[in-house]
């Protein structure tokens, strides 16, 4: 397809178990962005790669939640021993590189729900 | 407080002019942006602003920058019932990777 795709759409869990999101960028994109949307707030910045650089990680809340992208490829997003309070629409974006940081496109997002 | 603040709702008729306000904390803010989200779909990148100019205008939308208040505002002309969706304000900095974003305001536009 010619957009970011996220899968699943949906994702209901229960507390204490892994999950693993997925994100499919636009192709020949370098650059990928996680964002966190919990209900009624902001997006909020979690993890950025750049092609082959060393990710920037800082907006990880916490150990449970790490990603990985392969190259310029698929991003997975991967949250152990999910909590309540990581319920949240989870977004992906890329762009062509870091200097069009502005010019993102945002996947539809997985909803995540933990019980 | 928060480094992007927005009002979360409002309501217009539709072939009235919505104005959407958004305020930010950062003075070294270098890009603003707004960002559309319908329901089911990813953020759509709307127009976006350098800190060095006041105003962009791009057929209905209209963004006014006042950076000495750091207050950006968003002008949809003619709103049609279409338009109805949340807008995202966001801002980055030119040597961060990340945007912060405000929470959002949800338009409504009546018939």
């Known amino acids: 397809g010619a957009g970011v795709s996220q899968s699943p759409s949906n994702k209901v869990t229960e507390k204490g178990k892994d999950v693993e999101l997925r994100c499919d960028p636009i192709?020949?994109?370098?650059?990928l962005y996680w964002y966190r949307q919990r209900l009624g707030q902001g997006l909020e910045f979690l993890i950025y790669?750049?092609?082959?650089?060393?990710?920037?990680k800082s907006g990880l809340p916490s150990d449970r939640f790490s990603a990985e992208r392969t190259g310029e490829s698929v991003s997975t997003l991967t949250i152990q021993r999910t909590q309540q309070e990581d319920s949240a629409v989870y977004l992906c974006a890329s762009s062509l590189d870091r200097e069009s940081s502005g010019t993102q496109y945002f996947g539809p997002g997985t909803r995540l729900t933990v019980l | 407080g928060e480094d992007v603040e927005q009002s979360l709702f409002l309501s217009v008729r539709e072939g009235d002019s919505s104005v959407i306000n958004c305020t930010y904390t950062?003075?070294?803010?270098?890009?603003l942006y707004w960002y559309k989200q319908e329901p089911g779909a990813g953020l759509q990148l709307l127009t976006y602003i350098f800190s060095n100019m006041d105003m962009k205008q791009d057929q209905r939308l209209t963004v006014l920058l006042n950076k000495k208040d750091k207050h950006l505002s968003l002008r949809i002309a003619d709103t049609q019932t279409g338009d109805s969706a949340i807008y995202f304000c966001a801002e980055s900095r030119k040597n961060n990777n990340d945007m912060r974003f405000g929470a959002g305001t949800r338009l409504t536009v009546k018939p």
């Open positions: 790669f750049q092609g082959n650089s060393a990710p920037d």
């Open positions: 192709s020949g994109h370098t650059a």
């Open positions: 950062d003075s070294s803010s270098t890009y």
